[in-house]
C-alpha cells in the first residue's frame, strides 16, 4: 500500500479560531509541543472501491497521540477510533471544520479518556457528483464501502500501527452521514467494531435522493442498510452479539430530523439489551455541535479508568480477505 505522510499543522490557526466560537479552552494554551499528538495524511489502494485518485489511491488522515514515536513508548499499543465523514465531506473535515485533534490532544492530557490513535478514512463515491456512498457496500457490488472500512481499512492500520486487535479497543465514529455509517456497519460486524460513536445521524434509510445511486431499488438490500428497519427482524444470535457492544448516540436540540431518529434508534438499543448513552445538546447540525457531542462521546466510550486493554481478546489483526452526558472540558 502506499503512504504519503503530510503535516497538517497549517491548519492549527483555523482550529484556534473554530475553539474560540465553541467556548472550550483553546489546546494551544493549555498543552506544551511535547505533549501534543500528530496528525498525517496517507495514502491506501483499495482494492474494492473505486480509486477517489488517479493514481490509484484513496486518502486516509491519522492521528497518532502524544509520545507515540517516544522510543519510551515502543511497547505501548493503543485503541483506534474510525471517524466516517459526510457528504459531502472528506477526512480533514475533522481538523478543518472540526477540531478533533486538538480536543483529543486536551482529553488525553486533562486524564479525560486514554491515549488514542483515530483514522479517518475517504469514502466517496467517484462518481457521484456530492461524493455520496453512505459507505454502504454499493446494491451493483461496484463499491464496497463497508468492506473497505471493516477489512482494508481496519488491516492496514493494524499492520501500521501499534494498535490493539480487539473489538472492544475499536470506535465506529462519525457525524451525519458518517453517524449512519458507523451504527449500520458495527451493527452488521460486531465482530471487529465493540463501541459506536455516532453523531447527528440518521438511521432509517429508504435509499431516496442521493443514497438511489448506491442504494438502488431493491427493497430488500435497502432494508438491510436501514438499521432501524431490520434491528426489530434480527435474529437471537445476532442481538446476542450487540449485547457485547457500547453506543454512545448524540444530537443536537435543532436538528429535529436527526434528533427523532436519535431517540428512536436509542430505544431501540435499548429494547435489544444493548448498552448506550444518548446525548442531546443545544444546537444545529454543524461542527459546532459536533466538537462537543466528540469530547462528550470520547469520555463516555474511553474513560481513562474504564476498560483494561490489556486484557481484551485479540481478534486480528483482519486480513484483507435516556442518560443524557453532561460533562464537559473545564
Known amino acids: 500500500m502506499l503512504k504519503f505522510g ?53 486518502h486516509i488522515l491519522v492521528y497518532t497521540p502524544p509520545g507515540y514515536d517516544d522510543p519510551a513508548n515502543s511497547s505501548v499499543h493503543y ?32 486524564d479525560k479518556i486514554s491515549p488514542v490513535i483515530w483514522v479517518a478514512p475517504d469514502g466517496n463515491a467517484t462518481d457521484e457528483k456530492h461524493g455520496d ?41 462519525g457525524v451525519s452521514e458518517g453517524g449512519y455509517g458507523s451504527v449500520n456497519i458495527a451493527l452488521h460486524h460486531p465482530d471487529v467494531f465493540g463501541k459506536v460513536l455516532a453523531i447527528s445521524g440518521y438511521y432509517t434509510n ?22 432501524l428497519d431490520y434491528i426489530d427482524g434480527t435474529t437471537s444470535r445476532a442481538s446476542d452479539l450487540w449485547n457485547g457492544m457500547h453506543f454512545y448516540l448524540g444530537a443536537g436540540d435543532d436538528e429535529t430530523h436527526y434528533l427523532q431518529e436519535t431517540r428512536k434508534m436509542a430505544a431501540a438499543l435499548v429494547a435489544h439489551g444493548v448498552t448506550q448513552k444518548t446525548d442531546f445538546l443545544p444546537g444545529k447540525h454543524s461542527w459546532v455541535l459536533w466538537n ?35 460533562a464537559t472540558l473545564p
Open 79 to 110: 485503541p483506534v477510533v474510525y471517524l466516517l465523514h459526510g457528504a459531502p465531506g472528506n477526512p480533514t473535515n475533522f481538523v478543518g471544520y472540526g477540531q478533533f485533534d486538538r480536543l483529543t490532544d486536551q482529553l488525553i492530557q486533562l
Open 6 to 58: 503530510v503535516s497538517i499543522a497549517s491548519l492549527w490557526v483555523l482550529v484556534c479560531v473554530c475553539m474560540a466560537s465553541t467556548g472550550i479552552a483553546s489546546a494551544q494554551g493549555m498543552i506544551g509541543s511535547s505533549v501534543v499528538g500528530e496528525t498525517h495524511m496517507y495514502w491506501i489502494v483499495s482494492k474494492i472501491t473505486k480509486p477517489a485518485e488517479r493514481w490509484g489511491a484513496r
Open 133 to 173: 456512498s453512505e459507505w454502504v457496500n454499493s446494491y451493483d457490488g461496484q463499491d464496497l464501502f463497508e468492506d473497505f472500512v471493516t477489512y482494508e481499512v481496519v488491516a492496514w492500520t493494524d499492520q501500521r500501527f501499534r494498535t490493539i486487535p480487539a473489538a472492544q479497543a475499536r470506535i465506529l465514529g
Open 206 to 227: 429508504d435509499g431516496s435522493g442521493w443514497a438511489r445511486h448506491c442504494m438502488g431499488h431493491d427493497e430488500a438490500f435497502i432494508r438491510s442498510n436501514s438499521p
Open 292 to 326: 462537543r457531542l466528540y469530547v462528550n462521546g470520547m469520555m463516555a466510550l474511553l474513560p481513562k479508568n474504564g476498560d483494561d486493554h490489556k486484557s481484551l481478546k485479540a481478534t486480528g489483526p483482519m486480513s484483507v480477505t435516556s442518560n443524557e452526558v453532561k
